[in-house]
């Protein structure tokens, strides 16, 4: 994921150092993500800035919007090449997008691309609104974005938790998508269920994945939850602390 960070690149807060050990060590971790999508995307990653699990804080950017699936990727290298020159590489970059109606050979290719240049790829097949609905039922048969939309809504408003007097109606653009999400579904869950999909698909027609998303790769990550990323930031940091 680029080359390897001085120090300075990794923007470390350390408070404390005790040889081999870095409980009270802070690690910032600068993450570019880059969507296809101009809010949806965008809204849903940004929530996560700044928040902290364990030693790691994500700055997060978010770049793109209104490009397609080869864009996306194409964008992603470009601007993560122009921080390794910079001095300031990223410590991961990933990009974002849909099958939508995009043809089967451009989606696959994208993805192709994104692996073959170290780009992270959170896809869905359809939408986004899939990683969503995995938040309340675990939904195995393909269905159609107006679906998804009924669905979110539907499960939302079964919620016990729900107690408002109006219905909740999801809307594709709504900043505060992740905190509904959180609160009346489970994304815990969610990361399960959409593993448990992407699993029974074992071949590179990513087209044909269908329901598939990989978003949960990249939220396990925000949470905290990649174990090879932490390991890789924490070894950098070993190795500059020397």
Not at 55 to 84: F, H, P
Not at 165 to 178: A, G, T
């Amino acid at each position: 994921m680029g080359k390897k960070k001085k120090l300075s690149s990794i923007n470390l807060e350390w408070y404390g150092y005790r040889e081999a050990v870095h409980d009270d060590v802070k690690v910032r971790c600068r993450i570019l993500i880059v969507c296809e999508g101009e809010k949806t995307e965008p809204n849903y990653f940004q929530s996560f800035d700044q928040m902290q699990y364990g030693s790691m804080v994500y700055d997060i950017e978010c770049e793109g919007g209104k490009i397609n699936t080869m864009q996306v990727v194409d964008k992603a290298i470009e601007l993560r090449d122009k921080a390794i020159a910079s001095g300031a590489p990223y410590d991961t970059v990933w990009a974002v997008f849909d099958k939508d109606d995009f043809p089967a050979s451009a989606f696959n290719a994208a993805i192709t691309k994104a692996e073959q240049y170290d780009i992270g790829c959170a896809w869905s097949n359809e939408a986004f609104e899939l990683w969503y609905v995995f938040h309340f039922v675990n939904r195995v048969t393909a269905m159609s974005r107006e679906e998804y939309k009924k669905t979110i809504s539907k499960h939302v408003n079964e919620s016990p938790l729900y107690t408002q007097k109006v219905k909740y109606v999801y809307q594709k653009n709504d900043s505060n998508s992740h905190i509904a999400m959180t609160t009346y579904g489970d994304e815990a869950r969610a990361i399960r269920y959409a593993q448990n999909q992407t699993d029974n698909f074992d071949d590179a027609r990513y087209a044909t994945h269908n329901p598939c998303t990989t978003v949960y790769k990249l939220v396990r990550l925000l949470r905290g939850e990649d174990k090879e990323f932490n390991k890789r930031i924490i070894e950098d940091l070993n190795s500059e602390m020397r």
